[in-house]
């Protein structure tokens, strides 16, 4: 591929970067408004420190970036700076960013996230939600849309942008085998770079199914999307997890990120001895060294697989 010259390190303008992201790998749309809104933080920053030019941006910079992240009040959590998981994703915007522009111009610049420690990292290890928080706030949750919401994250794994886009017929309740099995198709955000939107089943249990036409009995309005708000408008990434959130504080339950349910999804499917295969598939993966850090299994697990592995090697 032969790039324009376009983009020279000595201007902020992220413009054409992000048309780069739309036209060439052809991100989603949610995927280019992730990128504009950690980028847009960045620029504010080197703002902040009189930094005109990407040029002058070192590994020093990020470190200084990486601390005010740490350091800043989060107001809609209440905590004081941003999770590692975060602050991970502001920097692989900035790195994809650098990695633009070296391939755009004739500019030896550097990418200073190759040089950063990531010390800070403290934990990126499977983060399943406890099954007795779980159980807490799946039974606490008086209001039906909520709790089928939320239901519908635990037993499909979707990601907050896949379950906010589906609509009312977005599942269909077939009979397969005497079993009742929900599925759909979303559109994969987020996980395929440069291969455009990927399409992906999911499937939903019979108990999530009985919800979801309890829930369907209750709309009165032609919205067309499966969740909305208070106003009839389908319901925003943003207000889902302000949504959990809010059951936590009532509920008196530990502060948690939606996208911990994607733990539990896998945790609970990969303790249930599904095929490593079937599981990467359900989440949509392209690898599995991805779906492997979302799950953990529980030493019962192990010593079941121990034993019944040493019983094969006896027979």
């Not at 601390?67 to 209440?78: C, F, M, P, Q, Y």
């Not at 590692?84 to 070296?102: M, P």
Request: glycine share 4%; with cysteine; net charge positive.
């Amino acid at each position: 591929m032969t790039y324009e010259r376009v983009f020279l390190p000595s201007f902020m303008d992220f413009e054409p970067f992000f048309q780069y992201l739309e036209q060439q790998r052809r991100c989603s749309s949610f995927t280019v408004r992730a990128y504009r809104s950690d980028l847009k933080f960045f620029r504010s920053f080197l703002k902040s420190r009189s930094v005109t030019r990407l040029l002058q941006v070192s590994h020093l910079t990020i470190n200084d970036y990486v601390e005010h992240l740490r350091s800043k009040a989060n107001v809609r959590t209440g905590r004081t700076g941003l999770a590692d998981a975060s602050i991970a994703r502001r920097l692989a915007a900035i790195s994809s960013l650098f990695e633009y522009t070296r391939a755009t111009t004739d500019f030896k610049l550097r990418n200073p996230i190759k040089s950063v420690t990531r010390k800070w990292q403290k934990d990126i290890s499977p983060k399943p939600i406890d099954e007795l928080a779980l159980d807490l706030l799946l039974t606490g949750m008086t209001n039906l849309r909520d709790r089928f919401l939320f239901t519908l994250f635990l037993v499909t794994g979707l990601r907050v942008s896949e379950l906010h886009q589906l609509n009312r017929n977005s599942i269909e309740i077939e009979e397969e085998v005497n079993l009742a099995t929900g599925e759909g198709r979303v559109v994969g955000l987020g996980e395929v770079v440069g291969k455009g939107n990927k399409r992906r089943r999911f499937y939903v249990e019979e108990d999530a199914l009985c919800l979801y036409a309890q829930y369907l009995e209750t709309r009165t309005d032609d919205e067309p999307a499966l969740f909305i708000s208070a106003q009839g408008r389908r319901l925003s990434v943003r207000a889902v997890q302000y949504l959990l959130q809010k059951w936590c504080q009532r509920l008196g339950a530990p502060h948690l990120n939606v996208h911990r349910f994607r733990h539990s999804f896998a945790t609970r499917l990969a303790n249930a001895n599904i095929d490593s295969t079937h599981l990467k598939e359900l989440m949509g993966h392209t690898s599995f060294t991805t779906t492997n850090r979302y799950f953990k299994l529980t030493d019962t697990t192990v010593a079941r697989g121990y034993f019944a592995a040493m019983e094969f090697l006896r027979k």
